[in-house]
């Protein structure tokens, strides 16, 4: 197996571990699956969304997890719990990038529902 179909498997692996964190993922992650396939994603911008999906999966509370509206209204904190965790590894400019990633698929699921058409 190439290191492109390991690559594919361990995301695979990952979505499907970040999907059992709630509702509000899962969600997520199925619209960007589907904007993905229609072309409206760039399969790098979805896996640049998908990344930071998966970095902040491991710091939300199961509130932030079930509801889309407290998921957005805690952003700021849940941002600050994901800096906090990892500092050692990422730097604050990078977290911008994965806070300006997480609200793009927020605001397009919020103008789009749950079909990226």
């Known amino acids: 197996m190439g290191q492109a179909a390991v690559a594919r498997e361990r995301a695979g692996k990952q979505e499907a571990e970040m999907g059992q964190n709630g509702k509000v993922l899962t969600e997520f992650l199925e619209f960007i699956g589907a904007a993905e396939r229609m072309g409206n994603y760039p399969t790098n911008t979805a896996g640049g969304i998908k990344a930071a999906l998966r970095m902040v999966s491991s710091v939300l509370t199961d509130e932030e997890a079930e509801s889309l509206d407290t998921f957005k209204s ?10 906090n965790k990892n500092k050692s590894r990422i730097s604050a400019p990078s977290l911008k990038v994965y806070n300006a990633r997480i609200n793009t698929v927020l605001s397009d699921y919020e103008l789009y529902g749950r079909s990226p058409q």
């Open 74 to 83: 805690h952003l700021e904190a849940i941002f600050q719990r994901v800096f």
